[in-house]
Structure formats: structure tokens, C-alpha cells
């Protein structure tokens, strides 16, 4: 089957003369797309919210937990960042909320979100049990506070 995708119409027409197997699998990576992009923007500008809040500092991951607004908890601005020689900064404010917000929208109080800049990796858990560690690291215990620090 040849689809006509050349306007909106087509388009439509040819998705309704899917078979609901076919279209379950088209909605699904439809999706899977749309995540992908979304991360990819997402450490896109963390890469350059990076260098400026950190200039020259190689960073190995970058972790986000959920801070409680009056409709739930959502991903919070303020992260932990690993840098590649083993030091962490805390409580900083990376600049990146609202994309976070969209992609990942409301989430538990106990959610962590993990992110290799790098390499664009996204881990989470609604539990933040083992995010750190899928990363290869050992969650801060005491920790500096901010890009000054």
C-alpha cells in the first residue's frame, strides 16, 4: 500500500485506512520519535547552560529531582552536576525548566531524572533508586553549592 502523504487530508485518509495493528505501531513511533528529539533539545541546551555556568569543565551527568508546585511535583531548574574528576556541584540552576516540564510533565515527589551531556543519555526512576549509579556513580553525600563554589 503507497501512502499519499502530501497534505494533511491524504495523510488522514490514509492513517483511517490503517488497520488498528498498524496504526498502534505508526502512534508508537510517533512517539518514540518525539521522545527522541525532545531529549536531544533537552541536552542540546544543557551543553551550552553548561559552559556557561561551567566554561572548559568536562561534566559526566547532570541530575534533576522534582520540587512541589500547587498542581504537583514537576522537574525543578536547580540540578546536581558530576563533573568528570569526581566533584559535584549542587543547587544549580541550570535554566532549562520549561523544556523539562514539557517533555516529562508531572512526576512524583520521589522522581530523578539523569542526564550524560555528552552523549545526550537519558536515565530516570520514579523512585530515584538507581539513576546514579546507571551512570556509573556514586551519589554525593556532601557536595559543593553551585557554579561558584
Do not use: C, K
Not at 551543553?47 to 572548559?56: I, K, Y
Not at 498542581?71 to 549542587?90: I, K, M, Q, T
Amino acid at each position: 500500500m503507497e501512502l499519499d502523504l502530501s497534505t494533511p487530508e491524504s495523510t488522514l485518509a490514509a492513517v483511517h485506512d490503517m488497520d488498528e495493528d498498524t496504526r498502534q505501531r505508526l502512534r508508537t513511533a510517533l512517539a518514540a520519535h518525539r521522545t527522541a528529539v525532545e531529549d536531544a533539545n533537552i541536552a542540546a541546551d544543557l551543553r551550552v547552560a553548561l559552559e556557561r555556568l561551567f566554561p572548559g569543565q568536562p561534566v559526566a551527568a547532570v541530575f534533576f529531582d522534582t520540587m512541589e508546585w500547587d498542581n504537583g511535583y514537576f522537574l525543578s531548574d536547580y540540578a546536581e552536576v558530576y563533573f568528570a574528576d569526581g566533584e559535584v556541584a549542587s543547587s544549580v540552576e541550570i535554566g532549562i525548566a520549561d523544556q523539562l516540564t514539557d517533555a516529562y510533565g508531572a512526576r512524583g515527589a520521589t522522581f530523578v531524572l539523569g542526564i550524560d551531556p555528552n552523549t545526550g543519555r537519558t536515565e530516570h526512576d520514579d523512585y530515584g533508586h538507581d539513576v546514579y549509579e546507571r551512570f556509573g556513580l556514586e551519589q554525593a553525600r556532601a557536595v559543593r553549592v553551585g557554579p561558584d563554589a
